[in-house]
């Protein structure tokens, strides 16, 4: 199994334009969330999905999309970027949401200029 | 005031020492989790506990729920412990959003030869 696979690795995008983080796990994973890390904060919830064709908010889901066709993809869109959001993005998944362990990707490391 | 809290923030070690990290919260919980973010940013899981105590190897993992408090100790500290170790605990409440995880901001160890 390849676990939790994120791309790109790494991005710079200028302010306004806008991008998809992929993210795919092959676990069968039910819950699948996006999580931002800035320096000095713990991580933060983006958004999060149960299964799917359901999503739901986070603790900062301004300027983000998601949506989760299939159980095993969860891509993340930023809309039209902003400086505020540079920050290491990571993606993670466990079996069901409130249970079991959580697997992450790798992270995704974006600044926006 | 944070739900979760970490001590200490920075820790610096001789290789062989045994090593304590706290974690205190705030909230009812049904599960609390450890977590190791490598120098290269990767993030692992190394404990899922709800009571008593764990250990993986040198790893130990204690929980007091009456005292909102978990530690995580290492034995026989090494240079490749070196690593941010991260608190998570899961609201016992399943409503809502109440289902995902709320990070502690991390500890930074270092372990020197």
């Known amino acids: 199994n390849a676990g939790v696979t994120q791309t790109p690795k790494f991005q710079v995008l200028k302010t306004g334009q806008s991008m998809t983080l992929q993210c795919a796990q092959d676990m069968n994973h039910e819950y699948m969330s996006w999580y931002r890390q800035d320096p000095g904060m713990g991580l933060r919830l983006i958004h999060y999905?149960?299964?799917?064709?359901i999503t739901d908010q986070g603790e900062v889901p301004n300027g983000y999309n998601v949506s989760r066709s299939t159980t095993e993809d969860f891509p993340l869109r930023l809309l039209s970027a902003a400086p505020s959001q540079t920050s290491v993005y990571f993606c993670?998944?466990?079996?069901?949401w409130g249970l079991g362990e959580q697997f992450f990707g790798p992270g995704t490391r974006l600044t926006v200029l | 005031k944070n739900e979760v809290e970490q001590s200490p923030q920075n820790l610096t070690a001789q290789e062989g020492e045994f090593i304590t990290i706290n974690c205190s919260y705030s909230v009812g919980i049904s599960a609390l989790h450890w977590l190791q973010q490598h120098p290269g940013g990767g993030i692992v899981s190394l404990f899922m506990l709800s009571s008593g105590k764990k250990k993986h190897g040198r790893l130990i993992a204690t929980i007091n729920i009456q005292e909102k408090h978990s530690s995580l100790h290492i034995t026989a500290s090494h240079p490749r412990d070196s690593a941010v170790y991260i608190c998570?605990?899961?609201?016992?409440?399943?409503?809502?959003?109440?289902?995902?995880?709320?990070f502690g901001k991390g500890t930074k160890l270092s372990v020197k030869p």
């Open positions: 999905s149960v299964g799917a064709g």
């Open positions: 998570a605990v899961r609201s016992g409440n399943y409503g809502g959003s109440q289902g995902n995880l709320i």
């Open positions: 993670a998944s466990s079996y069901s």
